[in-house]
C-alpha cells in the first residue's frame, strides 16, 4: 500500500542517514535530520542524541533552533517516562497507563476514521504520527500560553485528552490536528496560516452551522466582513479581541471550501506545490486556479 510505501522510505532514510554520520560523524544537517525521524517515532533518547550532536557541530547560527528541539526532547522524556503506547495502523498512541488507557483505544479509533476520510477526501494521508495524549496540566506545559487549545501539532499530535472527551470532540479535535499534520508533513513549514486552519476544519467531520457561523458565511459572500487574505494571518497572531480569532477561523475555513469546492482536489493540491516551490501567494493561485490572485485575495472566487 501507499501507507507502507511511505513507512519503507522512512526506514530507509533512517539507515541512510545512520550509514552518513558513521562515515563522517561531523556532518550536523544529518544527525539534524536523523533527530527528527527519531522524534517523530518517539524514540526520544536516540533523538536527544541527535540532536545534541548536531547543536555540537552546527554553525553558531544554527545552534539556537537546534538548543530549542534538544529542550524539547528533554522534557517529552521527562513527562512520557512511564508512559504506555497503544498502536493502531498508523499511529502509536503514547499514554499515562493509570489514567488514560480507555481514552487511549477511544482516540484510535477517532484518529483511524480521520485518517479513513482524509484519504479519501485528498488521496492520502500521513503513513504513521505518534500521538501523545495529557492531562490538563502537562498539556499546559506544552502548550504554553496557548490556554484555549485542546490540540497541537509540532512533529508529534498532542491532545488534551480530559477536555477533549469531556465534551465529545475527540472526533473533531483529531481530525483537525490531523489536517495540519498531513499539510505540515506533505508541504512544509511555510503555508499561511489560513490555509493551515481552513484546511484543518474542512477535515472535520460535518456539523451543523450555528447561526453565528451562518451570518459570519453570508458577510463573507457579501464581502462585507472580508478581510484580504494576506492580512489574515495576523488575525490569527496578533488579534486585537476574542472575536477577531474567531473571525479569522471562519474565514480561512469559507476561502479553503470554496477553492477546494470550485476547483477541485487536484488544483488545490497544485496551488500547495507551489507554495511549496517558494511562489508568493498572488502567483501561486493564478497558475494554479486560473483566477488572479488579487481577485481571491479580496474574496472573489469566480
Known amino acids: 500500500s501507499a501507507q507502507q510505501q511511505d513507512r519503507g522510505r522512512t526506514m530507509e532514510a533512517v539507515v541512510q542517514l545512520e550509514e552518513a554520520v558513521r562515515y563522517d560523524p561531523s556532518i550536523w544537517q544529518a544527525w539534524g535530520r536523523l533527530g527528527e525521524l527519531y522524534y517523530v517515532t518517539s524514540t526520544l533518547d536516540s533523538a536527544l542524541e541527535a540532536w545534541t550532536k548536531a547543536y555540537q557541530q552546527a554553525p553558531p547560527e544554527h545552534r539556537a533552533g537546534l538548543a530549542s528541539r534538544v529542550n524539547r526532547a528533554q522534557r517529552d522524556a521527562a513527562i512520557e517516562r512511564t508512559f ?9 498512541i503514547r499514554y499515562d497507563g493509570e489514567q488514560h488507557a480507555a481514552q487511549a483505544e477511544a482516540v484510535g479509533h477517532a484518529l483511524e476514521q480521520a485518517h479513513a476520510r482524509l484519504r479519501e477526501r485528498v488521496g492520502q494521508a500521513p503513513p504513521r504520527l505518534t500521538v501523545i495524549l495529557y492531562g490538563a496540566g502537562e498539556f499546559q506545559r506544552i502548550a504554553g500560553r496557548r490556554d484555549w487549545a485542546l490540540g497541537l501539532y509540532d512533529g508529534r499530535m498532542r491532545l488534551r485528552i480530559d477536555e477533549i472527551q469531556a465534551n465529545d470532540l475527540a472526533p473533531f479535535v483529531v481530525a483537525h490536528e490531523l ?48 478581510v484580504p487574505l494576506k492580512w489574515l494571518d495576523s488575525r490569527f497572531i496578533r488579534p486585537s479581541h476574542d472575536q477577531d480569532v474567531e473571525r479569522a477561523y471562519a474565514q480561512s475555513y469559507y476561502a479553503v471550501e470554496q477553492l477546494m469546492t470550485r476547483y477541485g482536489t487536484d488544483r488545490w493540491l497544485r496551488f500547495l506545490r507551489a507554495l511549496q516551490g517558494g511562489a508568493p501567494v498572488d502567483e501561486a493561485m493564478a497558475k494554479s486556479f486560473g483566477v488572479p490572485g488579487s481577485r481571491i485575495d479580496q474574496g472573489s472566487f469566480e
Do not use: I, M, S
Request: no cysteine; charged share 20%; aromatic share 12%.
Open 84 to 92: 504506555k503506547t497503544h498502536a493502531t495502523e498508523h499511529f502509536h
Open 179 to 226: 489536517g495540519h499534520a498531513y499539510l505540515a508533513d506533505t508541504f512544509g513549514p511555510g503555508l499561511p496560516t489560513w490555509v493551515h486552519e481552513g484546511f484543518a476544519q474542512l477535515v472535520e467531520p460535518e456539523a451543523p452551522l450555528t447561526p453565528r457561523e451562518e451570518a459570519l458565511r453570508q458577510a463573507f459572500k457579501a464581502r462585507t466582513a472580508w
